[in-house]
């Protein structure tokens, strides 16, 4: 008989094993063989069948009875129906799970939930539903509620039949046996995914206007709800923030910590909504601003239940508000410290609103004054038609436009501005008008210094160059002196000139600072010119003094010398003429004293004024300068070209240069072909060709002299407008003519006065060469010179 039971045992236990329903093995006396895992909960729970049972006769081949399989049924309890009926019209789903994870039983509403029937789910995996992604998470919490033995929530996806996902929500609770060990765990699971859905739209719109929600207990524990966007505020996974809320005071800025602590907490603590900006810290080298603003949630007696929030990134907002903070004091201090002169006015009227302190210090007047007050009041009168003009076509045009008036004379005098009027535009439209102004007071100032400056320059270069070849003919210290006294008084204004002789150890008690002293040379005692002047010297009005008193200085000893020599002669000789080689002595000497005088203008004057040429030739070349002062300085430049020239030439006449090696004819071709360049008059050139005669230094530099002389003559009295020159060999020497058809003059009411128009020093220069000279003329008649040399 055991042998029957054995193999009955085997083959029932192969599909009772697994079946949900309490089932057992009953012998034909009633006594209980096997009995099937639910079959033993059951008995162990309650120890009570039900009174009527289902029993199936397991019958042999033969068809004989040899034991029952009993469906039990637990004894009928009031409250199971209650359940029932609970279990299967409630919307969440209901799943009891043992603990190897089979699902034992699940509520109806399943099958609206997965689109599954309720007998495809008893008895498989709880998690082979879910979506694969999240069965690891599940699992963990199925595990953790096993060991725990405290209930759980958690969210999943559940795979549905049609292959579509559910969002679902399950609360995981433990059922305890008697031993307080887990036998069953039962989730209680709800759809969620219109709140997911609504979550993902809220977390989309959040996203796009860079804003975060989230919802927490009065005290900060635990998160209970938190959108996505959060993430990217905070730098923070969402899921660790939702678990430790004060994780996110880490990405905070400490001092809006701080800030938090001390302002945010006392307000929520008493129920009142708190605004507060926060920094968010996370990205390295970035802050990002967000304004929070927490409301508390009161239940009916007035206490704090829970907080919610909405944070705002505000980042750009910020960065705009202090972009713009920074350019407003940017243009503050722009404003305020620029050394032009800032202002704006108004459309209507041009009425001054505002202006910068470099505004008022140039018109000299106060800015409370100047507060709506027509900027046309500042201007000088005779400029307002100009200055109106200016602010109609910047109204007329909408473009800048500079302009150069004076303004008001005030206190420190009248100002010459230049104003650019800039145009302020709003929204498109013209909305009033800036301006600013250059003070160039003092460049207009140096403009016309500079310009009267470059007159004077050549008015003084005139006088040196007039001055110096009037040098050439003076014999006689004292017309040196009256000469210079003359040129003094002209070029400087003095109100006087004097020559006066100090004696040696008086200086300091004879000169005063009243007057300007210089030394020119020395008779018995110290020789000085005085000047007596009513303003101060020009520098380049001291430079012409300084250069002629050189010229006087370098002549003024050696003429006193010859004077003194030609007086001891002249005591010697009586009424006698004096003899030839003094003449020639004192000739030789004043080439000598020329030639000296011809290189200190070339090697310092000259040299000086090359080198300033090239370094004025060299800041125009390299800097910028506006228009007007650009043609000064090139007409600075002509200037210093034409005094250069001019310069050479003085020294050419001090000392022609190869008149030796050129000859007298070619050195005398060449000296008129320049005089031709300035003279009003023709001159007719006639030599010899090759000469067989041979003349020395002397006779060739003396020839010149003369020229020279005559042409000078020519220039001052004669007004001739026809010039004959010849120069011939005779059988006796050398002959030379000149003729002009100038006025002429009464020569016998001149003859004795040669000495004052270089006459004199014509005719002694012949006779120093032992020559002979015949000078004729007559009123209207020209002047006439003949000259003969004899042959050395």
């Known amino acids: 008989m055991t042998a029957i039971y054995e193999d009955v045992l085997r083959g029932a236990r192969q599909w009772l094993t697994h079946v949900p329903e309490p089932?057992?093995?009953?012998?034909?006396?009633?006594?209980?063989?096997?009995?099937?895992?639910?079959?033993?909960?059951?008995?162990?729970?309650?120890?009570?069948?039900?009174?009527?049972?289902?029993?199936?006769?397991?019958?042999?081949?033969?068809?004989?009875?040899?034991?029952?399989?009993?469906?039990?049924?637990?004894?009928?309890?009031?409250?199971?129906?209650?359940?029932?009926?609970?279990?299967?019209?409630?919307?969440?789903?209901?799943?009891?799970?043992?603990?190897?994870?089979?699902?034992?039983?699940?509520?109806?509403?399943f099958e609206t939930l997965s689109g599954y029937n309720i007998e495809q789910y008893e008895g498989i995996g709880a998690f082979d539903i879910i979506h694969k992604d999240d069965r690891e998470q599940v699992n963990g919490v199925f595990r953790s509620v096993l060991e725990s033995k405290t209930e759980a929530e958690t969210e999943y996806r559940v795979m549905r039949a049609n292959g579509g996902i559910v969002y679902a929500e399950a609360r995981v609770k433990p059922v305890l046996d008697r031993e307080g060990e887990v036998r069953y765990v039962v989730a209680v699971v709800r759809d969620v995914s219109e709140r997911k859905e609504a979550e993902r739209q809220l977390d989309n719109i959040l996203e796009n206007v860079g804003a975060g929600v989230w919802s927490t207990d009065r005290d900060f524990t635990r998160h209970t709800f938190m959108s996505k966007s959060m993430e990217k505020l905070c730098g923070l996974p969402r899921e660790e923030v939702m678990n430790r809320p004060m994780r996110m005071h880490d990405h905070i800025h400490p001092d809006d910590n701080e800030h938090m602590i001390r302002v945010l907490k006392p307000k929520l603590d008493r129920g009142i909504p708190a605004d507060i900006p926060i920094r968010f810290i996370h990205v390295e080298g970035e802050t990002r601003w967000a304004r929070m603003i927490v409301t508390p949630v009161l239940d009916r007696h007035g206490e704090t239940v829970r907080l919610d929030s909405i944070v705002v990134d505000i980042t750009e907002q910020k960065r705009s508000e202090l972009a713009l903070e920074e350019s407003r004091q940017r243009y503050k201090s722009l404003f305020e410290n620029n050394l032009d002169g800032v202002f704006s006015?108004?459309?209507?009227?041009?009425?001054?609103?505002?202006?910068?302190?470099?505004?008022?210090?140039?018109?000299?007047?106060?800015?409370?004054?100047?507060?709506?007050?027509?900027?046309?009041?500042?201007?000088?009168?005779?400029?307002?038609?100009?200055v109106y003009d200016a602010l109609q076509r910047v109204r007329q045009e909408g473009r800048p436009r500079d302009i150069e008036c004076r303004l008001a004379p005030g206190k420190d005098g009248q100002r010459i501005v230049q104003i650019t009027f800039v145009p302020i535009l709003l929204h498109g439209s013209l909305n009033g008008i800036h301006g600013i102004a250059k003070d160039i007071t003092k460049r207009k100032r140096e403009e016309r210094e500079l310009v009267e400056s470059e007159k004077r320059y050549k008015a003084l270069q005139q006088s040196l160059n007039r001055f110096s070849n009037d040098l050439a003919n003076v014999m006689k210290v004292s017309d040196l002196e009256r000469r210079l006294i003359d040129e003094v008084r002209d070029v400087l204004n003095a109100a006087r000139a004097t020559i006066e002789e100090v004696p040696s150890g008086e200086e300091a008690s004879r000169t005063t600072s009243e007057d300007v002293w210089?030394?020119?040379?020395?008779?018995?005692?110290?020789?000085?010119?005085?000047?007596?002047?009513?303003?101060?010297?020009?520098?380049?009005?001291?430079?012409?003094?300084?250069?002629?008193?050189?010229?006087?200085?370098?002549?003024?000893?050696?003429?006193?010398?010859?004077e003194d020599l030609m007086k001891r002669m002249e005591e010697l000789a009586l009424d006698r003429e004096a003899p030839r080689w003094m003449l020639r002595l004192l000739f030789k000497l004043s080439e000598k004293e020329r030639a000296t005088l011809s290189s200190d203008l070339h090697d310092s004057v000259l040299q000086d004024l090359i080198i300033w040429y090239r370094k004025l030739e060299s800041l125009r070349s390299l800097r910028t300068f506006e228009p007007e002062a650009m043609r000064e300085l090139m007409r600075i430049e002509e200037g210093l070209l034409d005094a250069i020239h001019q310069i050479r030439i003085?020294?050419?006449?001090?000392?022609?240069?190869?008149?030796?090696?050129?000859?007298?004819?070619?050195?005398?071709?060449?000296?008129?072909?320049?005089?031709?360049?300035f003279a009003n008059y023709e001159i007719e050139f006639t030599a010899a060709e090759a000469s067989a005669v041979s003349y020395g230094e002397e006779h060739i530099l003396g020839v010149y002299r003369i020229v020279q002389e005559l042409l000078n003559n020519a220039n001052k009295h004669s007004r001739a407008t026809k010039i004959g020159i010849s120069l011939t060999e005779g059988e006796d020497g050398l002959v030379f003519a000149y003729a002009d058809d100038g006025v002429g003059m009464e020569w016998t009411s001149y003859e004795d006065s040669f000495q004052h128009m270089g006459l004199a020093g014509i005719e002694k220069r012949v006779l120093s060469l032992g020559g002979r000279v015949a000078f004729r003329s007559a009123p209207r008649e020209g002047f006439h010179v003949d000259i003969r040399f004899p042959k050395s």
């Open 650 to 677: 003085t020294c050419n006449e001090l000392r022609p240069p190869f008149l030796l090696k050129m000859g007298l004819v070619e050195s005398l071709k060449s000296l008129f072909e320049y005089t031709r360049m």
């Open 345 to 386: 006015i108004e459309l209507d009227g041009y009425y001054l609103v505002n202006a910068n302190p470099a505004f008022e210090a140039i018109t000299g007047i106060e800015k409370s004054r100047l507060a709506n007050r027509c900027f046309l009041g500042v201007v000088y009168d005779e400029d307002h038609a100009d």
């Open 23 to 109: 089932v057992y093995i009953e012998d034909l006396e009633g006594r209980v063989l096997w009995g099937n895992p639910a079959y033993e909960e059951l008995a162990a729970q309650s120890g009570r069948l039900a009174a009527a049972r289902n029993r199936v006769p397991v019958a042999r081949d033969d068809g004989r009875t040899i034991a029952y399989a009993v469906y039990a049924k637990p004894e009928a309890d009031p409250r199971a129906e209650v359940y029932r009926i609970v279990a299967e019209h409630t919307s969440d789903t209901i799943v009891l799970v043992d603990r190897e994870a089979y699902v034992r039983y699940v509520s109806p509403s």
């Open 518 to 562: 210089i030394r020119i040379g020395e008779k018995r005692h110290p020789v000085y010119l005085r000047i007596g002047l009513g303003h101060e010297l020009l520098p380049i009005e001291r430079e012409w003094l300084e250069t002629a008193v050189r010229y006087v200085t370098i002549l003024y000893d050696n003429l006193h010398l010859i």
